[in-house]
T-cell receptor, first 115, second 114 residues
Framework: DQQVKQNSPSLSVQEGRISILNCDYT??????FLWYKKYPAEGPTFLIS?????DKNEDGRFTVFLNKSAKHLSLHIVPSQPGDSAVYFC??????????????FGQGTTLQVKP | EAGVTQSPTHLIKTRGQQATLRCSPI?????VYWYQQALGLGLQFLLW???????NRGNFPPRFSGRQFPNYSSELNVNALELEDSALYLC?????????????FGPGTRLTVL
């Protein structure tokens, strides 16, 4: 039972254009969502997060949108740069009443930004 | 500021042996988390320690255990190693137990079981 899904294994965009990475979840009790970037042979690097009481959070070139009714979140990267090429993971946490400490990750989307 | 550090980088063991992996959190962080990323699978939550206590455990057998020391560093022990334990083991730390506390990851330990 995969509670967090990233249905697109890969995405290729041109440098300077927008990258949109998508993530769906099934558990309506999740209350905190994060995006991480991972390069080969390195640990995940935190990018941006959003709590369930918000629908948008922005940090520089990165914006995360949350649609609770659709149980969907997306990460927008504008403009995309070749250095953004990596695997992107979305993660969710919470059970509605307490902090479980547990992040549930999607399978990841490999982003390739072409010069 | 130093990030999360893990040792060793690589570890090779044979089936049935025990493996010990170590993690030092970011200075000032009290919570440590362990995750497993096996080939072809996503990151799976293993354990959460805070202030020396185990706070939560993922769906792994008891031969996966760990502890957190008074200086907040942690070790993960895997007993009776099986071939399917071969994976990248990631440690993360966060400032505390807050539900919005971001987890920051280390580079991982690659465990290979032969």
């Amino acid at each position: 039972d995969q509670q967090v899904k990233q249905n697109s294994p890969s995405l290729s965009v041109q440098e300077g254009r927008i990258s949109i990475l998508n993530c769906d979840y099934t558990n309506s009790m999740f209350d905190y969502f994060l995006w991480y970037k991972k390069y080969p042979a390195e640990g995940p690097t935190f990018l941006i997060s959003i709590s369930s009481i918000k629908d948008k959070n922005e940090d520089g070139r990165f914006t995360v949108f949350l649609n609770k009714s659709a149980k969907h979140l997306s990460l927008h990267i504008v403009p995309s740069q070749p250095g953004d090429s990596a695997v992107y993971f979305c993660a969710a946490s919470g059970d509605g009443s307490s902090n479980t400490g547990k992040l549930i990750f999607g399978q990841g989307t490999t982003l390739q930004v072409k010069p | 500021e130093a990030g999360v550090t893990q040792s060793p980088t690589h570890l090779i063991k044979t089936r049935g042996q025990q493996a010990t992996l170590r993690c030092s959190p970011i200075s000032g962080h009290t919570s440590v988390y362990w995750y497993q990323q096996a080939l072809g699978l996503g990151l799976q939550f293993l354990l959460w320690y805070d202030e020396g206590e185990e706070r939560n455990r993922g769906n792994f057998p008891p031969r996966f255990s760990g502890r957190q020391f008074p200086n907040y560093s942690s070790e993960l022990n895997v007993n009776a190693l099986e071939l399917e334990d071969s994976a990248l083991y990631l440690c993360a730390s966060s400032p505390g137990q807050g539900w919005t506390d971001t987890q920051y990851f280390g580079p991982g330990t690659r465990l290979t079981v032969l």
